[in-house]
């Protein structure tokens, strides 16, 4: 009940998806570095908050200044330029490459599997920019790497399941450890304006409609 209707709509999918993610996908731990990739976006800045929490070093990777500050008022240790040369950018931080990746936009997945250090995990939960390249399986083996697949479906398997992992969402809202950004709100008849907005993608945070 003292959880806000705006703050349960902007919330609450993309929340379970990133809590899902950093528990289940790979459940990150104190002093991990982790690579979020849009992490100026809805998961990413919740990912980033979520990581941040539990005592990690955040490298986020955002295409633009303000999705970038996003990123850094979310808890990222460092904001990387997601254009060309970003890759040469996280090295340069990360020299052994970092314990984990998380991968949502599918054609990078090459370079997050290049970025990660010997023994890391990629996490791979989406094809923002297209379907990845196979994987050789040699490349994971020659340096141990994991290659794990997250989709938030095959967690949400009752009604019991759903309500707990809420729970525990709502109750990092309360605690402060979650804040959610809402970037814009349009009323349901101006729907297509929201889409006009997300397809400029020059929002960080969620748009909500309001009916």
């Known amino acids: 009940d003292d959880i806000a209707f705006d703050t349960a709509a902007a919330l609450l999918l993309q929340g379970l998806t990133a809590q899902f993610l950093v528990e289940d996908s790979h459940a990150v731990h104190a002093g991990e570095h982790v690579l979020v990739h849009a992490a100026g976006g809805g998961v990413g800045q919740l990912l980033v908050q979520l990581a941040r929490a539990k005592g990690a070093h955040v490298i986020a990777l955002a295409s633009s200044p303000e999705k970038r500050r996003a990123a850094l008022e979310a808890g990222a240790t460092h904001a990387v330029e997601a254009g060309a040369g970003w890759v040469e950018h996280v090295r340069a931080i990360a ?15 090459t370079d997050s599997l290049a970025l990660a250090r010997t023994g890391g995990t990629v996490v791979f939960y989406g094809m923002a920019a297209g379907d990845p390249d196979p994987v050789d399986p040699r490349v994971l083996m020659d340096r141990s790497l994991t290659l794990v697949g997250g989709d938030l479906w095959n967690v ?16 990092s809202v309360r605690s402060g450890a979650l804040a959610v950004n809402v970037a814009a709100r349009f009323a349901l008849r101006d729907g297509a304006k929201a889409h006009a907005l997300l397809e400029g993608r020059g929002t960080a945070g969620k748009v909500l409609l309001i009916p």
Not at 97 to 104: F, M, T
Not at 157 to 162: D, F, L
Request: hydrophobic fraction near 40%; charge should be negative; avoid cysteine.
């Open 95 to 109: 020299p052994d490459g970092v314990d984990v990746v998380y991968d949502s936009i599918g054609r990078t997945l």
């Open 156 to 171: 949400l398997t009752s009604a019991e399941v759903r309500q707990q992992k809420a729970d525990r969402l709502f109750a």
